[in-house]
């Protein structure tokens, strides 16, 4: 029986979704595989075995007397989604049910992951980089892309740090506040539309897009309340029409096939008259009982163990 370790954790300020989404995860994989949670945080790796925590050794991958033969990286941000322990696997020769190191990394920064997109004619928000030394004029930044707008970290997998601004006065704050959850900050143009997300993976017949979510959300935009606090309507499947659902769902392929996508992936799309814009790829988007990718296998009639099952099949 292969032992599959459940990374989750992590350093960003979603660390209790991670190990949500690892829980469920656990709970629903077939059960010819033996699977432990690997709980990594500032203060060190630990295996979860028997409800006790025990030391993980990074160097030979293994806890106690036992080495793990398949990964599965379930850390939403730092040091997972941004492809940093794939590439440690790979170094030690693990197979794991992920997306690799490079699309990884390339999806988790938003700026980067939309620019490649747009050089393929996919839509994206209108946007602006900022780094640490970059000088920030208000005026000129709202002259480009108008209000109200978005800031966003660029280089973070949270939800924090995430603002909308519709004043000037707003904007500086915005970006003071984005800066604090990573070291890059995109400021993007407001798309006004109705929001819908694809799940999309891989099966024994090839890509699959998974039944559109639509996202309505209670607040002003789908922040951390709204995506973990109930603070949205999740409707699946999305209140669009066919052609919109086709024109998402082949998108999101497209997608999954160009970036080289492994295991799951989410596609968050903002639809501006009847033009489904790419907000960004998630490549480790939430597993716990309440989030999105569930409720699409649910409404598609496929159970988690059989899902996780598909993809070992197709991964290993």
């Known amino acids: 029986m292969k032992t599959v370790g459940i990374f989750c954790g992590g350093y960003s300020s979603e660390y209790e979704i991670s190990i949500k989404s690892a829980e469920t995860i656990q709970k629903n994989f077939p059960r010819e595989f033996n699977t432990i ?25 293994s806890f106690g007397n036992q080495k793990i033969d398949v990964g599965l990286v379930y ?5 997972g989604e941004n492809g940093k322990i794939q590439a440690l696997l790979d170094m030690k020769g693990i197979p794991y049910l992920n997306s690799g190191p490079l699309a990884s990394s390339l999806s988790f920064d938003k700026w980067f992951c939309n620019q490649f997109l747009k050089s393929f004619g996919i839509p994206v928000a209108k946007s602006i980089l900022l780094t640490s030394t970059s000088p920030i004029l208000e005026e000129n930044i ?4 108008g209000l109200p707008l978005f800031v966003k970290p660029s280089d973070s997998g949270s939800s924090y740090g995430i603002s909308k601004v519709k004043t000037i006065e707003e904007l500086l704050p915005a ?20 929001e819908v997300t694809c799940g999309v993976y891989r099966s024994n017949e090839g890509v699959v897009a998974l039944p559109l979510t639509e996202i309505a959300s209670e607040n002003e935009f789908f922040d951390y309340d709204a995506k973990y606090l109930g603070k949205s309507q999740e409707i699946t499947p999305a209140r669009v029409s066919e052609e919109i659902r086709e024109k998402i769902q082949s998108r999101s392929k497209f997608i999954y096939e160009l970036m080289q996508l492994r295991s799951i992936a989410r596609i968050d ?10 907000i960004e790829v998630n490549t480790t988007p939430g597993f716990s009982s309440a989030s999105i990718v569930p409720q699409m296998l649910s409404y598609a009639g496929i159970k988690l163990s059989d899902f996780w099952k598909n993809i070992s099949e197709v991964e290993l």
């Open 175 to 194: 970006i003071q506040s984005a800066f604090r959850e990573g070291k890059t900050v995109v400021v993007e143009s407001f798309l006004n539309g109705t």
């Open 37 to 61: 949670k690997i709980i990594v945080n500032n203060e060190g790796w630990k295996a979860e075995v028997n409800n006790e925590l025990i030391h993980f050794d990074i160097n030979s991958m």
């Open 75 to 79: 850390i939403h941000g730092d040091p």
């Open 142 to 145: 709202i002259q480009e892309l």
């Open 269 to 278: 799309f903002m639809v501006v008259d009847s033009n489904p814009y790419v």
